[in-house]
């Protein structure tokens, strides 16, 4: 452990709850690699407390600190500059502090695409297949936009909330890209698309022996397919690997956390920052 001095800058993560976050793990091995005099350090914030939180953090001088459960949205109106990642989620996961006032962003959409770029396949002609209508879904939309996808196709179980989930994007540049399918068409979207991501949380540890697409479904699944899985407890989740199965390429959701971490500390630090060193934090975090 670094000691704590009275120059000490001070980062973070706000949540209710917080005790379990894997980022102080894997921001603080980062640090400590570049020999910064910075700490960054889990805040429990209830959501009444949230504005006289942040109040706090910008009286005592705090750098910028990540968002999580249940403050993601809420944040937003409390934010002087609300960067278009975060507009077009309709969340921020980042935050930090310029120009007297708090700037925010998503950098889950950056997590999220960071191994797919990687593969530096030609996305022009793909159309995802999203399960799940929920906040990391509207992340996986912004990337799947970003990466050039013509369409992107999300699948709920829920008509009304997969509607307003449609009609959400109504005022974005977002609008004609998303298309909403119901779980019963679930199988014809499976054969036909190249890219099957899962946004559900189900499959989450304890629940392994779950999948959100039954087997005989994921049977249909391109062998070329790359099936996608946000989660990344277990590693790999029963879906990744019935997709394995099938053929078809895996990520699981390790790297996202990987990458929209380093995306923040980068922001917070204006520096290069050692990926690498914060994936095996967090990969030591996991395995613990
Ligand atoms: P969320 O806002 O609660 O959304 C969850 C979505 O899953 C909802 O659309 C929900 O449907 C759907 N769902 C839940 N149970 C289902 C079931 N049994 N069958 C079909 N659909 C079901 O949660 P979230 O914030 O989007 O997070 C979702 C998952 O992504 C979690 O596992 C989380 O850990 C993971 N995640 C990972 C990263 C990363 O960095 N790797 C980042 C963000 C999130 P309804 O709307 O019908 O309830």
Known sequence: MRSIQGTTKLLGVIGAPVEHSLSPAMHNAALAHLGLDYVYVPFPVRPVDLERAIAGFEAVGVV??????????AILPLLSQVWPAAQLVGAANTVWYNDGGWSGTNTDVEGFIAPLKALQRDW????PVVLGNGGAAR????????????????VGRDRDRLDKFKQSWRDTPLHGLVSVRSWDELSGLV????LLVNTTPVGMFPHVSQSPVEESVLEGLKADAIAYDLIYTPRPTLFLKLAQQRGAMIIDGTEMLVQQGAAALQIWLQQPVPVDVMRQALLEKLAA
């Open 64 to 73: 910028g600190f990540s968002i999580t459960i249940p403050h993601k949205q």
């Open 124 to 127: 022009s002609q793909v159309v």
């Open 139 to 154: 992340a996986v939309v912004v990337g799947c936009a970003e990466l050039g996808c013509p369409e992107v196709c999300v």
């Open 191 to 194: 054969s036909a698309t190249d």
